[in-house]
């Protein structure tokens, strides 16, 4: 998680072009791909207006791993290592996060729309100033010393998860002058092997910052960019405690949910 952070703060002082500057070039692109007929579901690599991906974006092949030799070096998850209590980001030692208590739950499905069933899912996120707990991250917002922001849970057998946690705070980034992220949670995915991960975030319904984030911006099919946006669900909020958001993610096929590429995770 802490490589992903400083991802997302880098650069906050260089980058003087205004906003008017940078949405004119995400909608120029836009144009582009319209009138080549592309529908991209995944980001644009070479998305300019995301001004640090023009230089991190791959330029090779990838190339291909073997699984069991990377694993005698990653980190090993068991099924039985991860409690329930994981999926609660609301429990802290010493009190209780600041901000509106949240409840998110959705299905991993396969392009098929079959259940895809124990697997590791994890998230990362702002506390509700938009502030990391992370060194790299010292924009002037209040550290929430209740709130880690970060959470783990295990697929069931229709392939559902759940976590409860606080709403995130946008929070401003590096790519260009007055620039904004929307609200978002980022999940991670791991499949049968650590060389399996897929990285996404999830945004919230209605969020007045869409038009000017390059980086939500930068999947150019308006419906793939809508599959990115949770949907509030009135039946998974509680009486008097929290609101509640279904969100589904599909790994492969025409309706695939946006994935990441490895360190493009602002």
């Known amino acids: 998680?802490?490589?992903?952070?400083?991802?997302?703060?880098?650069?906050?002082?260089?980058?003087?072009?205004?906003?008017?500057?940078?949405?004119?070039?995400?909608?120029?692109?836009?144009?582009?791909?319209?009138?080549?007929?592309?529908?991209?579901?995944?980001?644009?690599?070479?998305?300019?207006?995301?001004?640090?991906?023009v230089l991190r974006h791959p330029t090779k092949a990838p190339a291909h791993?073997?699984?069991e030799g990377v694993e005698l070096f990653s980190p090993v998850f068991g099924t039985r290592d991860v409690d329930p209590l994981e999926a609660?980001?609301?429990?802290?030692?010493?009190?209780e996060p600041i901000g509106?208590?949240?409840?998110?739950?959705?299905?991993?499905?396969?392009?098929?729309?079959?259940?895809?069933?124990?697997?590791?899912?994890?998230i990362w996120q702002a506390n509700a100033a938009g502030?990391?707990?992370?060194?790299?991250?010292?924009?002037p917002a209040p550290i929430d010393p209740h709130f880690t922001g970060a959470g783990r849970t295990i697929t069931g057998e229709d392939g559902g998860y759940a976590f409860l946690t606080i709403k995130p705070g946008?929070?401003?980034?590096?790519?260009?002058r007055n620039a904004w992220r929307p609200a978002h949670v980022h999940f991670s995915l791991f499949g049968r092997e650590f060389t399996q991960r897929m990285i996404t975030q999830m945004y919230f319904p209605g969020d007045?910052?869409?038009a000017l984030d390059p980086i939500y911006q930068s999947?150019?099919?308006?419906?793939?960019?809508?599959?990115?946006?949770?949907?509030?669900?009135?039946?998974?909020?509680?009486?008097?405690?929290?609101?509640?958001?279904?969100?589904?993610?599909?790994l492969t096929g025409a309706h695939a949910t946006r994935m990441e590429l490895e360190g493009d995770h602002a």
Request: aromatic share 8%; proline share 7%.
């Open 170 to 176: 946008p929070y401003p980034w590096g790519n260009h």
């Open 1 to 53: 998680m802490s490589e992903v952070v400083m991802e997302e703060h880098e650069g906050r002082q260089c980058a003087p072009e205004p906003q008017q500057q940078i949405t004119a070039e995400i909608e120029d692109l836009h144009r582009q791909d319209e009138r080549a007929g592309l529908h991209r579901t995944q980001s644009r690599l070479d998305f300019a207006p995301y001004r640090s991906s």
């Open 208 to 210: 007045p910052l869409f």
């Open 100 to 122: 509106e208590r949240i409840r998110i739950s959705g299905r991993i499905l396969d392009g098929d729309g079959h259940p895809v069933r124990g697997q590791l899912v994890e």
């Open 219 to 250: 999947v150019t099919d308006p419906q793939a960019r809508d599959r990115l946006v949770a949907t509030y669900h009135h039946d998974l909020s509680e009486h008097e405690y929290l609101l509640g958001y279904h969100w589904d993610i599909v």
């Open 65 to 67: 791993a073997d699984p």
């Open 131 to 139: 502030r990391y707990i992370h060194k790299r991250d010292q924009h």
């Open 88 to 95: 609660d980001l609301t429990i802290q030692r010493g009190g």
